[in-house]
């Protein structure tokens, strides 16, 4: 290999990272535009009933409608609460729940199979229970947010309080500190 050819191997390996970049993003757009093309083919040519499957210009049309309405942005504002609600409930309760696991042995070991259990379960199988539980408005929504955080919040709190360096919860008990100094400290 002559070094003309070795410098234009070299180059063509090295190839800014921002020119890779463009071209994984046209190829990313050209995917999606093709999608939505067949899919408007698709609903158009009748293979199957537009009132089921949607139509991405119908979509569209509708997307344009409620925002120059201001319908969007209420249903928005809602959905925002709702969801920043349920946030705020489960990873606090979480928290708290994984935290005071780590605080009680027993209660961890009687309690963490079901966590681990509940966590398997497909959270889209918990909003039919909700709805029929707390109805259809806001508090079914918050409650089944709350709910998904919560059981994520309690397993990473719990983990984490027993990634707890074991050799400075030693140190804090043999220099007289308590379980809630260890605790508060570690």
Request: proline fraction near 4%; charge should be positive.
């Amino acid at each position: 290999m002559t070094e003309a050819q070795a410098q234009a191997t070299a180059v063509s390996f090295a190839r800014p990272f921002a020119e890779r970049r463009g071209v994984v993003l046209a190829g990313q757009i050209a995917l999606l535009v093709g999608i939505f093309a067949a899919w408007e083919g698709a609903a158009a040519a009748g293979w199957f009933n537009p009132d089921l499957g949607g139509q991405p210009s119908a979509m569209w049309r509708l997307f344009v409608a409620s925002v120059a309405s201001g319908e969007l942005w209420g249903h928005l504002k809602v959905t925002l609460y709702e969801e920043i609600a349920g946030f705020a409930i489960g990873t606090v309760a979480g928290v708290a729940i994984g935290l005071g696991l780590w605080w009680s042995r027993t209660a961890s070991r009687v309690l963490e199979p079901f966590a681990v259990i509940f966590n398997g379960i497909p959270k889209i199988a918990l909003a039919p229970p909700m709805i029929v539980w707390f109805g259809i408005y806001e508090t079914s929504k918050i409650v089944l947010a709350a709910t998904i955080c919560l059981v994520v919040a309690w397993l990473s709190a719990f983990a984490g309080a027993r990634m707890a360096d074991r050799d400075l919860l030693d140190m804090v008990r043999a220099m007289g500190g308590s379980r809630w100094q260890a605790f508060i400290k570690i």
